[in-house]
Nanobody, 114 residues
Framework: QAQLVESGGGLVQAGGSLRLSCAGS????????MGWYRQAPGKQRELVAD???????NYADSVKGRFTISRDNVKDAVYLQMNSLKPEDTAVYYC????????WGQGTQVTVSS
């Protein structure tokens, strides 16, 4: 079955950076519009960034200028570079196809301390 694996999260101080990675099996990312989502405690899951097969990108207002989504078609991976992290970025981060959802992975925890 299709599988998604997120990695790269961790504990970082405000202002720090992390790079998240998303890899999959049983799917081909480079023909999909892929997104990074996050779910913070007490909040619903939200889309923070996405990238289509032509590398066009979109960002939630809350992360514009700080986060960059990218993809590597050779590795068939999707990344989220997160800079200038804020405590409100604390969440579990997930990747998925925006249009045809794949079984959700475990996500990767990002914790930003003040």
């Amino acid at each position: 079955q299709a599988q998604l694996v997120e990695s790269g999260g961790g504990l970082v101080q405000a202002g720090g950076s992390l790079r998240l990675s998303c890899a999959g099996s049983g799917v081909i990312f480079n023909i999909r519009r892929m997104g990074w989502y996050r779910q913070a405690p007490g909040k619903q899951r939200e889309l923070v960034a996405d990238i289509d097969s032509g590398d066009d990108t979109n960002y939630a207002d809350s992360v514009k200028g700080r986060f960059t989504i990218s993809r590597d078609n050779v590795k068939d991976a999707v990344y989220l570079q997160m800079n200038s992290l804020k405590p409100e970025d604390t969440a579990v981060y997930y990747c998925n196809d925006l249009l045809r959802s794949i079984n959700w992975g475990q996500g990767t925890q990002v914790t930003v301390s003040s």
